[in-house]
C-alpha cells in the first residue's frame, strides 16, 4: 500500500488555527482521528468534511486534489493530541492511516 | 452505548500465535452496514489497520499481514476475533478493536467507535 504522508508535528498558540495536511499518491475520502495521550482514536471527521454529532465546530476538514486538510479553528489546550488522516487504497484494497501529525499548543 | 472490550493475554512467545477477542456489548453485530475491526499501534508509533470483518464471515486483510492473520465472528456471542501467527518482537502493540462502517464502496468505510485497546508484548 502507499504512504500517506502528515507533517510529525505541528505547533500554534492558543485561539490560533492549526492546519494539519494528508498527503497520498491517490487520496479518495480522508477521515480524521484526534489520539489524546493514552487513549483510543476519537473520529472528528468523516467524508472529507463532514462532522461527527459531538464534535465541536471548531474542527473541520477540506481536500483538494490528493491533499486533505484538517483545520482546528480557535485552538485550546485541550487539542494537544496526536492526529491521524485514514484513507483507502484501491490498488492494494487496504485502509491506510496516516503518519500521525502532533499537535502542540504552546 | 454500544461499547468494545478487548480481552487476550498481555504477554506473548514470539514464533507463537497470538489470539485476542472483542466483546460487543450494548448491541448486536448483526446489522447491516456495520463491519468489525482491529487497528494496532506499536509504542510510540502511529496506527496501523489489521483487517476488517462482517458478521457473515466476509473480511477484509491489510495485505502485509495476510499470511498470518484471521479473524472470525461469533454472532451468538456477539464477538470477534484475531488470531496472528508466527509473532515477533515488531508485533508488539495496543490492538484496538473498533466498529467499521461500510456503506457503499470501500473509500466511503471508516471507524466510528473503538475500543480501549490491549497491549500485547512479544518477548520470550
Known amino acids: 500500500s502507499f504512504e500517506v504522508t502528515q507533517p510529525p508535528s505541528v505547533s500554534v498558540s492558543p485561539g490560533q488555527t492549526a492546519r494539519i495536511t494528508c498527503s497520498a499518491p491517490?487520496?479518495?475520502?480522508a477521515y480524521w482521528y484526534q489520539q489524546r495521550p493514552g487513549q483510543s482514536p476519537v473520529l472528528l471527521i468523516y467524508?472529507?468534511?463532514k462532522r461527527p454529532s459531538g464534535i465541536p465546530d471548531r474542527f473541520s476538514g477540506s481536500s483538494s486534489g490528493n491533499t486533505a486538510t484538517l483545520t482546528i479553528s480557535g485552538t485550546q489546550a485541550l487539542d494537544e493530541a496526536d492526529y491521524y488522516c485514514?484513507?483507502?487504497?484501491?490498488?492494494?484494497?487496504?485502509?491506510?492511516f496516516g503518519t500521525g501529525t502532533k499537535v502542540t499548543v504552546l | 452505548q454500544l461499547q468494545l472490550q478487548e480481552s487476550g493475554p498481555g504477554l506473548a512467545t514470539p514464533s507463537e500465535t497470538l489470539s485476542l477477542t472483542c466483546n460487543v456489548s450494548?448491541?448486536?453485530?448483526?446489522?447491516?452496514?456495520?463491519?468489525w475491526g482491529w487497528v494496532r499501534q506499536p509504542p510510540g508509533k502511529g496506527l496501523e489497520w489489521i483487517g476488517t470483518?462482517?458478521?457473515?464471515?466476509?473480511?477484509y486483510y491489510n495485505p502485509s499481514l495476510k499470511q498470518r492473520i484471521a479473524l472470525s465472528v461469533d454472532t451468538s456471542k456477539n464477538h470477534f476475533s484475531l488470531k496472528m501467527s508466527s509473532v515477533i518482537a515488531a508485533d508488539t502493540a495496543v490492538y484496538y478493536c473498533?466498529?467499521?462502517?461500510?456503506?457503499?464502496?470501500?473509500?466511503?468505510?471508516?471507524?466510528?467507535?473503538w475500543g480501549r485497546g490491549t497491549l500485547v508484548t512479544v518477548s520470550s
Open positions: 450494548g448491541g448486536s453485530m448483526s446489522i447491516r452496514n456495520y463491519y
Open positions: 491517490r487520496l479518495w475520502y
Open positions: 485514514l484513507t483507502w487504497d484501491s490498488r492494494s484494497d487496504s485502509f491506510v
Open positions: 473498533a466498529r467499521h462502517l461500510g456503506y457503499g464502496a470501500q473509500e466511503h468505510w471508516y471507524f466510528d467507535l
Open positions: 467524508q472529507d468534511t
Open positions: 470483518i462482517y458478521y457473515t464471515g466476509s473480511s
